[in-house]
């Protein structure tokens, strides 16, 4: 009998032994899945946050362009606009019937800054009128012009005040347009 306590007391202590060995294989084994989960779930949060900073990426790339696309589009409606005003105002200078036409130069002449010994250009449109009236301000009217349409050149001595409106348009064009944007668009 007592063989069989020692047998079973050795039985006893392998399935002891054996539990214990088990029981710590499966305490290493739910580490290493909790480990494999963790690092597969950090690894699944990083993919996920890269190919969201990607896609973030990407549309705000996308928007930038098409904000930039209609800013163009923007742009180039209101140069439109602007050269269409420009135009309207050409025509409407050019449309300007003789009475306005005239008040507009005789104010000009009014506010040249030279008065003697002026000479003036003008253009053959309301050709006699304003060279009477030229000629009430003691300006010495030269021969009619076909160089410009409207407006006037005043010389005097080698100065030279160009009046031509269509010139004087261009070279003030850009404080033209800027006005004409503050009017449209402001």
Do not use: W
């Not at 009998?1 to 214990?20: G, P, S, T, V």
């Not at 549309?59 to 923007?74: D, G, M, P, T, Y």
């Not at 135009?87 to 008040?103: C, G, R």
């Not at 012009?145 to 005097?156: N, S, V």
Request: aromatic share 8%.
């Amino acid at each position: 009998m007592e063989e069989e306590i020692i047998l079973n007391k050795i039985i006893e202590d392998a399935e002891n032994e054996a539990n214990i060995i088990i029981n710590e294989a499966k305490t290493k084994a739910e580490k290493i899945v909790k480990d494999y989960q963790e690092k597969e779930s950090h690894n699944s949060q990083n993919q996920f946050n890269f190919m969201k900073d990607l896609i973030l990426r990407e549309n705000a790339s996308k928007i930038e362009k098409e904000e930039l696309i209609a800013r163009n589009a923007s742009l180039v409606a209101k140069k439109q606009a602007i050269e269409i005003v420009k135009e309207k105002v050409k025509q409407k200078i050019k449309d300007l019937n003789e009475n306005d036409y005239t008040k507009i130069i005789e104010n000009l002449f009014q506010n040249l800054p030279v008065k003697e010994n002026v000479e003036i250009i003008l253009p053959t449109k309301f050709y006699d009128k304003i060279k009477k009236l030229a000629e009430s301000f003691n300006f010495i009217v030269l021969n009619a012009t076909e160089e410009f349409d409207l407006g006037f050149i005043a010389k005097c001595g080698k100065i030279e005040y160009n009046y031509d409106f269509e010139e004087n348009m261009k070279y003030n064009e850009e404080e033209i347009e800027k006005q004409i944007d503050a009017i449209l668009f402001n």
